[in-house]
């Protein structure tokens, strides 16, 4: 399958970021890499430290308070932390421009691979199938005011990961973000699936034959 990756710059200064202007003012710096749809919830884990001044826990307080998030944790990892939102999109206030995203990844293969953020651009990197490129461009211009800085190749075979089903690839990325395989672990198993929103069981079943089909790739 012939892919592509684009890249990204959002302004942070549109009226859908106003809600988290004061979240955005508190960030050193913040990556974000994992994303996923859990029927109409959207589930979100992003790095992200905080300034020196700022107190996580208050962040945390501030972002429940959000009507339409339904559930906020933060993991520390190192020297920064690990937070994790879900929250309703027919909810939230982009709900529309939500949608239209959602809509496009039914066409095809459309993955928001990383991004990252600071106080006046968001930049976000998208792969997606050849045939949607020009599709996907349009649809960011128009509903994020989105410019285009790079178009490349890509090619999805390299990673082992392709080779996993998408909620098999969720559910790993998840956990290993979340730092279920870190020693000591960050997170229990039973934590890791009410975040996700599934059973302990599944979780682990994700886990063990998205594990196994890595190492098939790898080992043979």
Same mark, same amino acid.
């Given at each position: 399958?012939?892919?592509k990756r684009v890249k990204f710059r959002i302004p942070t200064d549109l009226e859908e970021f106003s809600e988290y202007r004061w979240l955005i003012s508190a960030v050193e710096w913040a990556y974000g890499d994992?994303?996923?749809?859990? #029927?109409?919830?959207?589930?979100?884990?992003?790095?992200?430290?905080?300034?020196?001044?700022?107190?996580?826990?208050? !962040?945390?307080?501030?972002? @429940?308070?959000?009507?339409?998030?339904?559930?906020?944790?933060?993991?520390?990892?190192?020297?920064?932390?690990?937070?994790?939102? $879900?929250? =309703?999109?027919?909810?939230?206030?982009?709900?529309? @421009?939500?949608? $239209?995203?959602?809509?496009?990844?039914? *066409?095809?293969?459309?993955?928001?691979?990383? #991004?990252?953020?600071?106080?006046?651009?968001?930049?976000?990197?998208?792969?997606?199938?050849? *045939?949607?490129?020009?599709?996907?461009?349009?649809?960011?211009?128009?509903?994020?005011?989105?410019?285009? /800085? =790079?178009?490349?190749?890509?090619?999805?075979?390299?990673?082992?990961?392709? *080779?996993?089903?998408?909620?098999?690839?969720?559910?790993? !990325?998840?956990?290993?973000?979340?730092?279920?395989?870190?020693?000591?672990?960050?997170?229990?198993?039973?934590? /890791?699936?009410?975040?996700? #929103?599934?059973?302990?069981?599944?979780?682990?079943?994700?886990?063990?034959?998205?594990?196994? $089909?890595?190492?098939?790739?790898?080992?043979?």
């Open positions: 399958m012939s892919m994992t994303s996923f749809l859990l #029927g109409d919830d959207i589930v979100k884990l992003v790095e992200v430290k905080f300034k020196e001044e700022v107190e996580p826990k208050e !962040i945390v307080e501030n972002l @429940k308070k959000i009507p339409y998030i339904h559930d906020v944790k933060l993991i520390p990892k190192n020297d920064h932390f690990l937070l994790y939102t $879900r929250a =309703s999109i027919s909810h939230a206030p982009d709900y529309e @421009k939500s949608l $239209r995203l959602i809509e496009l990844q039914k *066409k095809g293969l459309v993955v928001f691979e990383k #991004g990252s953020m600071n106080f006046d651009d968001a930049f976000i990197y998208v792969f997606c199938e050849n *045939k949607l490129v020009e599709e996907v461009v349009a649809t960011m211009k128009e509903t994020y005011q989105a410019e285009v /800085l =790079s178009i490349e190749e890509y090619v999805p075979e390299r990673s082992p990961l392709s *080779k996993l089903t998408k909620r098999q690839a969720e559910v790993l !990325i998840f956990a290993y973000k979340s730092g279920y395989f870190d020693e000591p672990r960050k997170i229990t198993l039973r934590e /890791l699936a009410k975040m996700l #929103g599934l059973s302990p069981s599944t979780v682990k079943e994700h886990l063990r034959k998205g594990l196994r $089909r890595i190492l098939d790739e790898t080992l043979i």
